[in-house]
């Protein structure tokens, strides 16, 4: 397995500004993932991290909006742009393993955006 | 299109067995199960990755229907530590490892 961390655990932010959160892997890992889970209810795929490249984005989800940087296999940042209360969430990383395909998510970040 | 899981909550009492099913619209490559405890991160606790496996940790084993694009959870003589909310994630692509996470089945077990 792999151990995940996440910066920060939680914010309080005020619409229109910017946060970005970090994850980092204890390992290389070529799989890395962002999804987002409001209070309730199950996760949503933001995007996966590409190292190297640009990220690929689910439906309903854009750059402008999530940009993504890999600058390497153990690291990766979300920023959550322009912020408004519907981006209250948890964000959570991943990271599936090669060999395996077993998925494990990093701790989570809470954030509230008033 | 996220998979749809069933109940949407139960409630046990410790000892009692419970199923959740996980059904896809889409034809699926391989399935995940998921524990997750309030307030924390989702925990890893099995693949299935060919139609009609399964697979067992501990006293919970799952199961995966390929033809029927369906896979279920079995928690057999449920212990507290096992309430939380089940997820199951499917990938629908050979090779793939993004996988879509299904509506969850919050479980409760009472002492």
């Known amino acids: 397995s792999a151990v995940i961390s996440q910066k920060p655990s939680r914010d309080i932010c005020q619409r229109g500004t910017s946060l970005t959160i970090q994850c980092q892997v204890d390992s290389q890992v070529t799989m890395m993932f962002w999804y987002r889970q409001q209070p309730g209810q199950s996760l949503t795929l933001i995007a996966t991290?590409?190292?190297?490249?640009?990220?690929?984005?689910e439906s309903g989800f854009v750059i402008d909006k999530f940009p993504i940087s890999r600058p390497n296999l153990t690291f990766s940042t979300l920023t959550v742009s322009n912020m408004s209360p519907e981006d209250s969430s948890i964000y959570l990383c991943?990271?599936?393993?090669?060999?395996?395909?077993?998925?494990?998510f990093g701790p989570g970040t809470r954030l509230t955006v008033t | 299109q996220q998979p749809v899981q069933s109940p949407q909550a139960v409630i046990l009492r410790e000892g009692e067995d419970a199923v959740i099913n996980c059904s896809s619209s889409?034809?699926?490559?391989?399935v995940h199960w998921y524990r997750q405890k309030h307030g924390e991160a989702p925990v890893f606790l099995m693949i299935l990755l060919k139609g009609g496996e399964q697979k067992g940790h501990e006293k919970i084993s799952a199961s995966f229907n390929e033809k029927k694009q369906q896979s279920s959870l079995y928690l057999t003589a449920s212990q507290l530590s096992y309430s939380g909310t089940y997820f199951c994630g499917t990938a629908s692509t050979s090779g793939t490892y993004k996988y879509i996470f299904g509506t969850g089945t919050r479980l409760k077990v009472l002492a």
């Open positions: 889409k034809a699926l490559y391989s």
């Open positions: 991943s990271v599936v393993q090669a060999m395996t395909y077993e998925q494990y």
């Open positions: 991290a590409n190292q190297g490249s640009e990220a690929t984005y």
